[in-house]
């Protein structure tokens, strides 16, 4: 029988880890035929989604980017001996010389290494991206924008990369806006309308632009303006609420956090508009699902966000913030702006759904698997 493993420590990952818990609801499935062995850590295992028979859950206790990873994972792998291992991130197992796929969802270390706390981080990550392209038998890119960074800086065959976009679960699409939905938001604070930012304080997310635009957006427009919801990596206890304070802004920002799926669904679905400035994104799933919920969306002009959602977006310059706090005034005062944004982005999340990713990828492996060890 073959044994594909999947290597789920990122699962509760922002990010990284709703791309592998999608693969995980929906791949056994589709090869009741396999075996199919999850490596997972004790955070992750509480995450995990209700299996068939077929699937084994296989415990693998070393963080990302250690040398932990790199001894532990190969040992775990040398006793299971899959036929195909599966990392949905560029960080592969060095010693490994097993059949792998291998996702890169951006190379965002590569392009912008001020980003980096640490010198060594970009040496680090270009070594272990061109290892990944390298040694992997197929590389899943989750954009064509993605693909063409990697053929661009780091010369990667275009015949080993496939590119198989990101999707979002029909649960975004469902029309589920009433008590049970509202209830959520008023446990949140969310009692007057809003704007929605999901993202965390990575500096490409650009989080530092959108506070900056609606604070210019609040002085123009004064007091009875919508409020800011912060998802993601935001707590009212964390590094950005001074910041807030400091803008006058305190009143009028909300701070969420990680939310479940259910409540993010409510938060989406609840906002008047979704905010997206970031100065680079390999594919930007936040966007992608606001759209599902039928948001209007300001995003910057960038080229996966072209790629995915064209031109049903209101575009912004993620760099300026005056045009930024204007875009916000449109979205807020011209309702025909909105319904307009919000059915065409609507439209074009109908093309990217979960299930069709996990049966592309799955032909990914069935094509490895087919090919001469």
Known sequence: MVTVALDARKLPDFGIGSYVAALLRHLPAMAPEWSWAVLVTAEGREMLPDFPPNVRVLHVEAKGY?????????????????????????????????RMVVTIHDIIHVLFPEFLPKPAGYAY???????????????????????QDLATLLGANAHKVEVIPNG??????????????????????LSRPYFLFVGNHKPHKNVEAVLKAYQLFVNEAGDEVPHLA??????????????VEAMGLAS???????LPRHELRAVYRGALAFLCPSLYEGFGLPVLEAAACGLPIMASDIPAVREVLADAVLKVNPRDVVEQAQAMRRLWQEPETRKKLASAAHSRAQRFRWEQTARETLGVYRRVLGETP
């Open 66 to 98: 250690t040398v932990r990873e790199q001894l532990l994972l190969p040992w775990r792998l040398s006793t299971l001996r899959p036929r195909l291992l599966h990392i949905p991130h560029y960080v592969i197992p060095l010693s490994y010389v097993g």
């Open 125 to 147: 990550a270009t070594f272990m991206i061109r290892a990944a392209v390298a040694r992997a038998r197929r590389v899943i890119a989750v954009s064509h924008t993605t693909a």
């Open 168 to 189: 979002v679960e029909a649960e975004f699409f469902a029309d589920h806006d009433g008590d049970e939905d509202e209830a959520h938001r008023c446990r949140l604070g």
């Open 230 to 243: 912060l998802a993601g990596g935001f707590t009212p206890t964390g590094p950005l609420a001074p910041r």
């Open 252 to 258: 009028k920002v909300r701070f969420l956090g990680f």
